[in-house]
């Protein structure tokens, strides 16, 4: 059978030229705002790619182009990010998370989505665990 043809797709959330360090200096919360500076040394220690921010509110590390496998469409897009949300922080691993079943729990408190593993705060789970989890994550893609 042959391969399906992809269309590269235009996207909204793209990689701009803003500063990452005003991004997350501009946080309020003092733990949300350390901890974004952690995760920021832990993807990029582990990526081997700087800090960029994809669109307002994405800090995202390295690029890829992902193909979707239900439509064919592809995009261009990071290997690994994270977003500071009002609720928790969003982590977005190329990997499908609930795959890690027996990793996850080890992590500690986190919530799962479609592709997203969400934490309220580093010191709420083992970070030697999430450390493991990104660079699998990099290992997939």
Same mark, same amino acid.
């Given at each position: 059978?042959?391969a399906k043809?992809t269309?590269?797709?235009?996207?909204?959330t793209k990689?701009? #030229?803003?500063?990452?360090?005003?991004?997350v200096? =501009?946080?309020s919360?003092?733990?949300?705002r350390?901890?974004?500076?952690? *995760?920021i040394?832990?993807?990029?220690?582990?990526?081997?790619?700087? =800090?960029?921010?994809?669109?307002?509110a #994405?800090?995202g590390?390295g690029?890829?182009?992902?193909t979707?496998e239900?439509?064919?469409r592809?995009?261009d897009?990071?290997?690994?990010?994270?977003?500071p949300?009002?609720?928790n #922080?969003s982590?977005y691993l190329?990997?499908? *998370?609930?795959k890690?079943?027996?990793?996850?729990?080890? /992590?500690?408190?986190?919530?799962?989505?479609?592709?997203? /593993?969400?934490?309220?705060?580093? =010191?709420?789970?083992d970070?030697?665990?999430?450390?493991?989890?990104?660079?699998?994550?990099?290992?997939?893609?």
């Amino acid at each position: 059978m042959p391969a399906k043809k992809t269309k590269l797709v235009e996207i909204k959330t793209k990689a701009t #030229i803003a500063s990452v360090d005003d991004f997350v200096n =501009a946080i309020s919360d003092e733990q949300t705002r350390n901890d974004c500076h952690a *995760i920021i040394k832990m993807m990029e220690k582990a990526s081997g790619d700087p =800090a960029v921010m994809w669109g307002p509110a #994405i800090i995202g590390f390295g690029h890829r182009i992902y193909t979707s496998e239900k439509t064919g469409r592809s995009v261009d897009w990071m290997k690994i990010g994270f977003s500071p949300r009002k609720a928790n #922080i969003s982590l977005y691993l190329s990997v499908d *998370i609930n795959k890690h079943t027996d990793t996850l729990k080890k /992590l500690g408190k986190h919530k799962t989505g479609k592709g997203c /593993l969400y934490i309220n705060k580093l =010191a709420d789970i083992d970070v030697k665990v999430l450390e493991g989890l990104i660079k699998e994550s990099l290992k997939n893609k």
